[in-house]
T-cell receptor, first 115, second 111 residues
């Protein structure tokens, strides 16, 4: 199974809402990533978890709160978002070896619209 | 900021033709990867080339790496309509978990 599953596929939320994005993989990968991608732009790294611990936070605003409950699951909690946060949010996973961590498996993404 | 820059930004070719995309980067790397993204979908890893390799092949893909010029190219031979996608190079910036993606080339293959 080489699949990374993201839910929901689409999400529309108001600026006062609280919602969560979910990501799941069963490949035994111990690194998981959140990326944000605007239209016609490359993915931008937000967070990296390694062995369920936050390894990288790319100075992401606190209205985005990641969580890694176990080695297979990654959540992104959203609160008080702004319209400019509308984007495709991509989850990825990888092994943690020197070279294997650079081969990332991506989910199909959650397309988020903030009204 | 993104480390990789790619050109061209967009490329339109006929089915059967070859497509070449280029990528430049700024800092030292352990390896460089190429990914494909179909419209609005997740990325798919295509190929990884190590910093001590100059050329690598995988099916219809040929990747070159010139570390002295900090550049790489991706050649897709005998293109097909199904190759229509955006192609991104990505680098590891010296070995950590941080992956930096280039701006991408949007390839359109006309049937």
């Amino acid at each position: 199974d080489t699949e990374v599953t993201q839910t929901p596929k689409h999400l529309v939320m108001g600026m006062t809402n609280k919602k969560s994005l979910k990501c799941e993989q069963h490949m035994g990968h111990r690194a998981m990533y959140w990326y944000k991608q605007k239209a016609k732009k490359p993915p931008e790294l937000m967070f990296v978890y390694s062995y369920e611990k936050l390894s990288i936070n790319e100075s992401v605003p606190s209205r985005f709160s990641p969580e890694c409950p176990n080695s297979s699951l990654l959540n992104l909690h959203l609160h008080a978002l702004q319209p400019e946060d509308s984007a495709l949010y991509l989850c990825a996973s990888s092994q943690v070896g020197r070279e294997s961590k650079n081969i990332q498996y991506f989910g199909a993404g959650t397309r988020l619209s903030v009204l | 900021s993104q480390q990789g820059e790619e050109d061209p930004q967009a490329l339109s070719i006929q089915e059967g033709e070859n497509a070449t995309m280029n990528c430049s980067y700024k800092t030292s790397i352990n390896n460089l990867q190429w990914y494909r993204q179909n419209s609005g979908r997740g990325l798919v890893h295509l190929i990884l080339i190590r910093s001590n390799e100059r050329e690598k092949h995988s099916g219809r893909l040929r990747v070159t790496l010139d570390t002295s010029k900090k550049s790489s190219s991706l050649l897709i031979t005998a293109s097909r309509a199904a190759d229509t996608a955006s192609y991104f190079c990505a680098t590891d910036r010296g070995g950590g978990f941080k992956t930096i993606f280039g701006a991408g080339t949007r390839l359109f293959v006309k049937a």
